[in-house]
């Protein structure tokens, strides 16, 4: 399994060329500070300088790569003949998809550390920034809530792109999922007024996720219709029916 997940770490590198995804994780909040004196405050660095958004395409699009050129590329093949079974190319997958994640996530704080000194040497990271409580706890939590959302997606995008066989039709899943946040929980609200019990329904449960704890707890019951809790266990649940049928069609797929 070692030699697998340095074989995973150098094909990131050199074909997704992972560095440079890095790096501009580092880059993206020190220029968003620095070109707009508006995000220089608490609320754009607890928002990483506003870099969640491309830690959240970033992840989705080598999400989908992982795999998709595998198959693409061929490499498959030769791991396939080594006696590395499908299982553990796809935990692999899996284990590298997790890591870039939180790398990605240490870049984008590296570069929200460094524009802060830049730009805002003055703001006080003890200074209440959220419901979550002050900047240090709201950005934890930030990036706890981005995570769970990017391993919800990262679900969905490795189960269509074995589907589909094309990471296009993931990646552009992905963005919708990020960018329409607002217009899934308008369709979300329509589902749950037609019948209370599609409350399960997953664009519930992914902006649930989504708002854990940043809001009150009967502030979010209100809204997604359950407690955390419950939205939690229910979570867990879809993602690993989701990744569960991702294996599945991982290891019918013909190489």
Do not use: C
Not at 217 to 243: C, E, N, R, W
């Amino acid at each position: 399994m070692l030699t697998l997940m340095k074989q995973e770490y150098y094909k990131a590198l050199k074909q997704n060329k992972l560095y440079i995804w890095l790096g501009l994780g580092v880059l993206v909040p020190i220029l968003v500070m620095g070109v707009f004196k508006s995000q220089r405050g608490v609320g754009s660095v607890s928002d990483l300088g506003h870099a969640t958004f491309y830690v959240y395409l970033a992840g989705i699009i080598i999400t989908a790569l992982s795999v998709s050129q595998e198959f693409g590329f061929g490499t498959i093949r030769p791991l396939l003949s080594r006696r590395f079974s499908r299982g553990m190319i796809f935990t692999s997958k899996l284990l590298l998809n997790l890591s870039v994640y939180i790398a990605l996530f240490i870049a984008a704080l590296v570069g929200t550390l460094i524009g802060q000194l830049i730009f805002a040497p003055n703001l006080d990271f003890s200074t209440r920034a959220s419901y979550a409580g002050n900047v240090w706890q709201t950005i934890g939590i930030t990036i706890l809530g981005t995570m769970f959302q990017m391993i919800f997606v990262a679900a969905l995008v490795l189960l269509i792109t074995n589907l589909v066989k094309s990471s296009g039709a993931a990646i552009g899943l992905g963005v919708v999922m990020i960018v329409g946040t607002p217009i899934l929980s308008s369709i979300s609200m329509m589902l749950i007024e037609l019948a209370p019990v599609l409350k399960w329904n997953p664009f519930n449960i992914f902006i649930g996720m989504a708002m854990y704890g940043q809001v009150a707890p009967s502030s979010f019951k209100d809204i997604v219709h359950m407690s955390q809790g419950t939205v939690i266990i229910a979570y867990l649940v879809y993602v690993i029916v989701m990744y569960g049928i991702a294996y599945l069609i991982f290891k019918k797929r013909s190489v």
